[in-house]
């Protein structure tokens, strides 16, 4: 407030100050008036205190006979006429001292009131800028707080989120020793923060993944910053986990490596997968292997013996008179003793074999890499013997056999459309021949070909 009327007074003044020239001619006419006034006065008082002295001199004349008051009259006028010049010179050199000191006095007043302006106009840009500075100072001030509540509200949920994830997960530093766990962390592997916070994640290891599994994972984890997969842990009391893991490489603010990794247990998915997959490709009542899954191995060991020049058999089995056990005893009688025969059948063959259900009672083996030709023929031979024994059932004891066909490759076929076709003509002659034997394919012109029978 003090300083608007301190300025307001200045600039009333340097408006005033700038017709100075008109202030100069007011005041050099007052200082005129005045000269003029005091001269007049003087020259007045001058006059007065001549005649005065005339008088006197008259006076003392005519006392003194008359002739001697001339001369002393005289040198009074003279004086007088010295007196108005002095006067005249005082005036006009007041005057003129006067004007100049008046003129001086003002222009400088003037330059002074007009420093005082410039000051003035530049204190206000100056106190305008740090103004404007002030105000975008106090934006950038006003921005910064509103993203820094932003960050800590994001802060906040992150941590909510984190806190209350049903996926565990937990952060390791670049030295890959875990710095905080969230509450599922607990949970799904068993291992408390006071377990884990210091240790290396490797504390959770199933055993089952080798090295090139890690380093593989690592690769990627350097080369993409991301990494996601199926990996098998161990739970705190030893249960093997199957979990979905997916880990990402976060850079803080001073370039300084963390690793985030959340991961849920999909053990019984997995499990449930593998019994879908398992279904949908084994018969339901014997678990063999179905038409689908024995074909694709039928090719692949067709694929395999074909690049490295090995030999397999195929073996089509059938049972023989099954339809009277499912009319005499029930189907549940004839459903046991499909899962009997399978059983049996599994046991003449090695593990890398396959023994499949076609559907209904037929059955085909799949011997791959033979050493000889002869082990078909001791296979087929043990399953025709192993096949022909009683069945002990709950309904009751049933008899029945099998016949079996064999093709062999690369000689009775060339394909495995071919081979199909080829065992399932030799079991047919088995069947035909009497039942409960095997047969090798053998084209008409090669009949009296090896032929296994069990009499």
Not at 328 to 345: K, M, N, P, S, Y
């Amino acid at each position: 407030m003090g300083r608007e009327v301190i300025g307001s007074a200045a600039d009333g003044w340097v408006r005033l100050l700038g017709y100075y020239r008109g202030v100069l001619m007011v005041l050099y006419s007052v200082a005129a008036l005045f000269f003029l006034a005091l001269g007049f006065y003087e020259w007045q008082r001058i006059d007065a205190n001549t005649d005065a002295m005339a008088r006197l001199c008259q006076q003392v004349g005519a006392a003194c006979g008359g002739s001697a008051a001339i001369n002393p009259l005289e040198e009074i006028l003279a004086i007088r006429d010295h007196s108005r010049k002095s006067l005249l010179l005082i005036v006009l050199a007041s005057f003129i001292v006067t004007s100049t000191l008046l003129h001086l006095m003002v222009n400088r007043a003037r330059r002074h009131y007009l420093s005082l302006q410039r000051l003035a106009s530049l204190q206000e840009d100056i106190i305008a800028e740090r103004t404007r500075e002030l105000k975008e100072s106090n934006a950038d001030l006003h921005r910064e707080v509103l993203e820094r509540r932003q960050r800590e509200e994001e802060l906040r949920i992150a941590g909510a989120v984190f806190e209350s994830a049903a996926e565990a997960i937990f952060v390791t530093d670049a030295a890959n020793c875990i710095v905080r766990v969230n509450p599922a962390f607990t949970v799904l592997t068993g291992y408390t923060a006071a377990e884990v916070l210091g240790r290396d994640p490797a504390l959770l290891k199933s055993g089952r993944h080798n090295a090139e599994f890690y380093a593989g994972m690592w690769a990627e984890l350097r080369e993409c910053g991301h990494w996601e997969g199926e990996i098998w842990n161990r739970h705190k009391n030893g249960d093997i986990m199957v979990e979905w893991l997916s880990i990402s490489k976060v850079v803080g603010q001073r370039g300084v490596a963390q690793y985030l990794a959340i991961f849920h247990d999909i053990t019984r998915r997995k499990a449930d997968e593998d019994l879908l997959r398992h279904r949908a490709h084994h018969d339901v009542l014997t678990d063999l292997p179905n038409r689908s899954l024995f074909y694709d191995r039928l090719q692949s060991t067709f694929n395999q013996a074909k690049r490295y020049r090995r030999i397999f058999a195929l073996l089509q089995v059938d049972l023989d008179r099954f339809k009277e056990v499912n009319d005499t005893l029930g189907h549940a009688a004839g459903d046991q003793l499909l899962v009997e025969a399978a059983r049996r059948l599994t046991s003449c063959v090695r593990e890398a074999d396959t023994v499949a259900r076609l559907g209904g009672d037929e059955f085909a083996l799949i011997l791959s890499d033979m050493a000889s030709e002869d082990e078909a023929e001791q296979v087929a031979y043990r399953a025709v013997q192993l096949l022909a024994e009683p069945y002990h059932l709950d309904a009751g004891t049933a008899s029945i056999s099998g016949s079996v066909g064999i093709a062999l490759y690369p000689q009775h076929g060339q394909d495995s459309e071919q081979l199909m076709k080829n065992a399932d003509s030799a079991m047919y002659t088995a069947k035909t021949g009497g039942r409960n034997a095997y047969r090798i394919y053998a084209p008409l012109q090669h009949a009296a070909n090896r032929q296994g029978d069990l009499l």
